[in-house]
């Protein structure tokens, strides 16, 4: 990714961030921002070293983790507005 790219890309990571601070529901693209320019990769839980794991489990657990995060932004913004949904 050349630099002006990069700084693209954290630029509408920080909008992203700005726009989150009403709706905490848009919080996973900025860590998606973060991990990606940081070059943070998932741990390979319970592969051996030799055997990589198979991008479909990867897919997975990414999949399962995000989710459980924007479910929790999004309840713990309804918690905060004290709506009863």
Known sequence: ???????????????????GINSPVL???PLFVLAVL??????KFGAPARQPR???GQLL???IFC???LET????????KNAPQ
């Open 38 to 43: 940081r070059g943070w990769k998932l741990p």
């Open 67 to 69: 989710t459980f995060f």
């Open 73 to 80: 932004c999004a309840w713990l913004d309804n918690f905060i």
């Open 1 to 19: 990714m050349t630099r002006n790219r990069k700084i693209l890309f954290a630029a509408s990571g920080v909008i992203g961030l700005l726009a």
């Open 61 to 63: 657990v990414s999949t």
């Open 27 to 29: 919080l996973p693209y």
């Open 54 to 56: 198979k991008p479909a």
